[in-house]
Structure formats: structure tokens, C-alpha cells
């Protein structure tokens, strides 16, 4: 099937099997390999990018749902390379270890403080308790989040 | 004994080098990497844990479109070398060993055993293979269970061997056992089983594999602990000399013991690349992760304690059984390292031990982040249990049999000395910092109303690396090795046979390397994963700090040396009277005599010397582990048991560690709580569980339950102030001590909490629904 999606500000247009996932087309067809694929079935949030707003679980949702939309991916906050706040913040923060699980936290994340920005420590937790880290236990993720928070309130 | 020096960068939270390129999406992990003409693969597994495979009929699959080909057992088997694992064949001792080719041929040993790999132009068309893979099996009793295996009329596994057991009976006894068994005023008996668990790395396992019929070479893309042993074990299986084999390696999403070698299936792709002649990838998927990458830990105790009345511990005999599942792996080299550490930081003065290693219709046993954990879990369990009936505080039980640290040191009755061991302070940090008799009151107070709280400690020790033996001649963990050379735009370069995969090597090694060479940090460049161009190493096993830390102090201040012999020829000056300070060479304290080290580099490859000058700025170097030592600590957690749900909330988790000197403390800290979660995640979530018929029960993070950012409280971390050995490096492992210690810690607190109950625990696996039960029947009881 033939569609056009915004990804990262840019329109990309492709044809795709109507089976292949969002994950799957942004890897593959794309080459934007920053959003990593994990369990494929909806539960560790590797995966997860920003569409029309929403973060999402790319492995979940077919390229083809995604038609129309705007998906914004971790390479789409790094567009330079150069980090954004809170890749800084959790630069900072020494918030990853492997790095696997990191772009579907920064993702999540990102979309959570966007709309609760003064958010605290527990809400945060829950925010991101649908995200699967297995190097950290998770502390250090959560102090990245507080500090980029926390900076955004101070300007 | 030696001072630690202040120095910049070694001690302090440097930011990681790793971090910008994750951070942004632009890591390079295995399912990231695409070769021109690559193809894809996918397997067909065996859906019965035990069965005869009497015909594979690939016609269908061959003949989709989009298919390249399909590979049976039998056409692996007859290009491949049967064998075993490259680990286990390394590090297993003598006696027969099974015989298994890569694929299975005659029959299959676990439900998820690869039987036929699909090879086509894309990952759907080989699952859509797959599909039509028709495997004609005839099914065998299950060997699910290790008292069935240890049955002789089981089914055995591999015929060459007979029957079930793969590690024969052993006892050995330290001490005198019978007599300190008769002195003691009481034996106390108990059997404690530890649950099959696994690592579950974000990523699973993965390879490219490509081979170059022209060279004859093999290029294999690996995510590894070790490039070295993957290299080894291709070269075995594929029968191909160990130097046309170069495997490479780059981001790598965790592992935790998974990815050391070559699994069977990556050297399917290996052998499916060289039969097509074409690159081929294969990324596992979570449900081959759960059910067919490995698991660990399924071990059993029959302990019996001998026990004087006001409390000393004086011996343990125990018999292990330790369930190494289908393909063996690990779980034969487990065993001895129990034995070893059994008696960790106290004064027992007589172990017996026997062990008993089977194979069951069960995925492999693999490595997992402290293998040998079950050590600590059985003795700290014991402890706490011996204390309920003796009317002990575990705090007492505790301080009252710790070894003391005494010069020369107290030896183990197995034989190590505990030199430096600061296990003893690590208890009484705890006691410092959290206040038991408060709680003590609170817990009363809190019983009356109906709620139930508990406290529990533990004490580890960890060799890592170990402490030097009187006799030994090598370390406790052999050599490390390292190549650094002063390139020519002035970066001191280090290679290392270390894979990291989360462990921050390329900063830690760095700010090392950067301190004793005399360069800002941002002049280090720490090279890893090419078996062509970083010496032998593996990471694993907690070396890296002590053993590639020293590799890197001592050859940055070998290289220093020879980069100051060198620059004595430019500043006339004698390579004594020349230091380097912030990457400038120049005669001690004269800042005006300075030439970049950058220049010296490139004076070095301009070819203008003669051959009486020395212009090559490489070195080897190797490092022993010095006089090593142990890491160790003691945690405590505080807990509220819900009666009526079985819940358990951590209120509190304080951790008091001695890793030696720290290189960089977010760093240790992140392993510290990355362990102490993957230890609270096996007690309350995590469990390996496979029917009766040997079906995988839990292939889904639906039924795998794994913790989250809601499950994991805040760690508390306390550092203590290390007893330096070594003249120079003191800097200890600390990858897998919160994973040895945190399941003893847990569920201390847990039966601590459920006193009132008349609860004992004897297992690891405490979901819910498992302290509801042992409620209930402590109640019928």
C-alpha cells in the first residue's frame, strides 16, 4: 500500500506491505534505527515514538494506521546530534547503562513532560512504569526526568 | 599498605563518552546493521520438549517466493562440527560430554529447540517459512523435573551418556566435618531451592553473519560478551581456522552472562552464510529470548547446620542438585564455585559438600549475573533461620560469626584468605545508618494494628577479583592484556578485549588511562569489539575493574615512559627530568619548555630519525590483579507485607558496599541498583516456569513479569572506606554483588515480616499468590 507520513518534519512516501509495523517501516525503510524493537508485543516500550501528539508504541501499530500522521522519532529530538534538555538532564543524570531500552524512555518521557510539566517523583514513575529498563533500576531514569523537569521550571 | 592518590578524573562521576550517541538514536546495535545482499533467518522450533524428529519436509517452504532456503539439521550437520558449547568446552572438567549438533537431527531436548532455519529475503518471508516447515516428531517422556532426572529409569537425553547426570556425584569436606557435627549443641536440617530465572537483556541474541568465499573468510557481527570466544567457537563448529574468523562487535543492549560465545543458533547463520554465500542476519525475538536463549539458577540445597546454643554457626554440610537444563552450558561449573564461597565472610570452621549436576528437557543453563549466588542466598537464609530459633537479632547472628579481620587474614575453610574483607564494617554501617531498634518498635507497634513489616540484612563476599594466593604465581584471574599506542594526532588509544554491553568501559578506562598518562580525558580513545585488531579478554565474571583497570593504569605509565624516552630527543632534556601534564610534554615544572604531546606523536611518524631511535609509541602491557582482593557489603531492606494480598512493598533499601577505590561513582552506582533490581524483580516477579509436560510457560512479558520504575524503590548506597593491597590498583568488580545479595536480603525481610504467621521460608520465588500459601498454611500448620 501506498502512503505518505510526516516523519521528523520531513514527508516521506512509501509503498508498504499492509503487515509491516510502524517500528518495522521506521527501521527498515527509513533507516531511523534509533527506535529499537523489544518485545514486539506491546509491553517493554522500546519502541515507543510520538504520533500526532501521542506517544505510541511503534510495534503495535501498523506503518499503514500511521498514514496522515506526524511521528516524530528519538532522531527527531537529536536532529544534529547535538542533545536536546532532557537527553542533557539525563546525560547529567547517568541515566542509562546499555542503552537498548534508552530512546522509548526518552520518547515516553519527553511526550509525559510536555504535558505535565511539573510533574513529581511518583508521577513520573507511573508515567514511565510501561517502559522496561533491565541495567538500572530505573532510579537514575527518574533522576534524569526530575532534573529536566527541574530545569525547564527554573528557565 | 598504599594511599590512594587524588587524582582528576579516577574517583569522579565523569560523564559517559557512550551517552551522546544513545542519548541521540544513534547507537549501532546488532539489528541495526544492513549489508548490501543480506538475507534473513528464522527458525522453526520444536514445540515438544522431548520427541523423536523422524522427518523434516521443507518443499513447501522452499518453494514460497521470498524464500532462499531452508537448512534441516541434517544439511547443517554434514557442514558442521558436532561439539558443544565453546565455553563449557573450554572451562568443563574431564569425564564424557554430550555430542549435539546445531541444529537438532535425531531429536529434539526442549520445546523451543532449533530444528530447521529458514533463510529468505526478508524476516516475514522466513517466519511465513517457518510456517511451513512440517516436522513429523514421535514424542519421549519428558525429563522436566531433576528428581526425574536422577531417576534411572529417565529417558536419558544424549545417548552417548548413559543417563541424566552430567556432573557425577562429588563430595568434599573442609574442616572436620563429622566431629564438629558430634560437638555441636544442636543440627538443624533444611531444604532451600532457588527458582529457574533468566537475564533477559533488552536485546536479545543476534548475529550477521558473512562469509567471503573468495578469502575464505568469516566476518560474523556479533552481540557479544567476547569477541575472542565467539571467534573460537565459530572456528570449531564451522571448522574453519581460528584467523579466517573475524568477528566484530558494536553497541551491545545489554546481557547480564547471556551472550558469552556462540549459541547454537548464531552458528546456524553462521553456516547458512557460507552455504549461500550471502550475508545473513538473524535477531531472536522475545519469545525465542524467553524460551530458548537460556535460563539459570535452578538449584536445590539439603543443608544441614551445625549450630552451638548461644548462636555460632561451626559447620554446614550440604548436598546440591543443580538442574543444567538441555544443552549444557554453565551449569556444571556452578557447583564448584558454591563450594568455594559457601562459607563467605565468617568463621565456619567445617563444610561438606556434594553436588549433583543433571540434564533435563528445560532450555540451557546459562550464565547469569552471579552465577554462584545461590551461595550466598542458602547461607544467609540459614542464618536468619538459625536465628528465629535461637531468639538471635540477625544483626547478632551475623556480627557474632564474622571472621575477623586479623594479620595475616583469616583463611576460608576453603582455602581463600579474606584479606581486606571489611564485611564486619559493612554491618555496622547498616546499623549506623538505619536505626533497628526504632524499627524494632515501629514493626510492634504497627503488628498491633494489623500490619506487617520486616527487616532483613545479608552479607556478600564477591571475588572480584579475589585475593592473591601465598603460591600462586599468576592472580586470581589470570592475565588481562592491553595495547595502547600514542597515535598520531597525539590520543593515547587503548585496546581491550572487554565488551562492554552497559558497563561504561569507554569512560572508565578512559579517566584511568587519562590520569597516568598525563592527557584530559577527551585524549583517550578505549577501542573494543574487533577480534582482528583488541587482544584476548571477555567481559564477565566482574574483572573488568580490577584486571582492566590495572591493564590500562600500567600500560598508559608504560607508554608514558616510552613516549618520554622519545620526547627526550626533542627538549634536550634526559626522559627522567620530563613529565606530561594536560597533554603537554616538558622538563619537570617548566611549563615554558612544553610541546603538545599531539607534536611529539607526529614527530614520532615522520620518519626523520634514525634506526638507533625508537619512534614506535605502542605498547603491550598485562596486568595479574596485583594483590587483588574482595568486593562485599551488607544491604538491609524494610518491608510491608499486605496479609490479605500477598503484596510486598520495599519502604526502604539501604546498600553498604566496598568495591575497593571507586573509578566513577555513578558508574558503580549503577551497577549497585541495576543488580539489587534484577534480585528484587527474582524474588517477587520472575520465574522460569515450565509445565509438567516440559511446556515454556512463561515466552511473554505477559507471563515473564519483569520490575518496573513502580516496583524498584530508591537505593540508598553507602561506600565504605576500603582496606587498600595493592601499591597501585584497588579498584574491585561490583557487576554482580546486588544480584547475589538482594534475593537474601528480600526475603529476610518477608519472613521477618511474617513472624506473627509462624512463616519459615525456604525458597527464592515469593510472588503473591506464594506468600498468601505459605500464610494459609503456616496458619494450618
Redesign the interface.
Known sequence: MDITVSVNGAARAASVEARKTLADFLREDLDLTGTHVGCEHGVCGACTVIVDGRAVRSCLMLAVQAAGSEVTTIEGLAPDGALGPLQQAMRDSHSFQCGFCTPGFVMQASAFLRAHPDAGEQEIREALSGNICRCTGYQSIIDGVLLAARRSREG | MAQIAAQRYTGA?V??S???R????????I??L?LPGMLHAAFVRSPLAHARVLAVDAAAARALPGVVAVLTGADLEAVTIPGQDPLFAMMAGPGPKPEYTLLATDKVRFAGDPVAVVVAESR?LAEDGCELVEVDYEGLPPVVSAAFALDPASPPLFANLGDNIIGPHKRSEFGDVAGVFAAADRVAEFRIDVHRHQN????GRGCVASYDAGSGTLTVHAATQSVHVTRMGAAMRLGIDADKVRVVAG????S?GLKIGASREELAVAAASRALGRPVKWVE??SENLAASGQAREESFEVRAAVSADGDLLGLDVAMVIDTGAYPVMGTMVPGIIEMMLPGPYKLAALGFESTAVTTNKASYIAYRGPWASETFVRERVLDLLAKDLGLDPLEIRLRNIAPRTDPPFTMITGRPLAGVTAKESLERIAEVVDIPAFRRRQAEERARGRYLGIGLATFIEAAPGPRSPEGRSGPMGMEFMRLALAGDGVVTLFTGQMP????HQTTLAQIAADEFGVPFEQVRVVVGDSDVVPFGLTGGSRSATMTGGAALHGARQLKGKVLDFAAHLIEASAQDLEIVDGQVQVRGDPDSAIPVAEVARQAASGEFGADVDTNLEVEASFDGGEGGWSGGSHCAIVEVDAETGLVRIERYVAAEDCGALINP??V??QI??G???GIGAVLLERSAYDQDGNYQSA???DYL?P???D?P??EIEHLQTVPLDADVNFRGVGEGGMIIAPPTLVNAIEDALTPFGVRIYEQHLPPARILELIDTADAG
Open positions: 562521576s560523564k559517559r557512550e551517552d551522546p544513545i542519548l541521540a538514536g544513534r547507537g549501532r546495535y539489528d541495526d544492513k516475514y533477559v537483556p533488552m536485546e553497541d551491545i543492549g545489554g547480564f525475538d522475545r554491553h552497559g558497563q561504561s555513578a558508574v552506582e549503577g541498583r541495576g539489587i533490581a534484577q511473554t512479558f505477559m519483569l518496573t520504575a513502580c524498584i530508591r537505593i
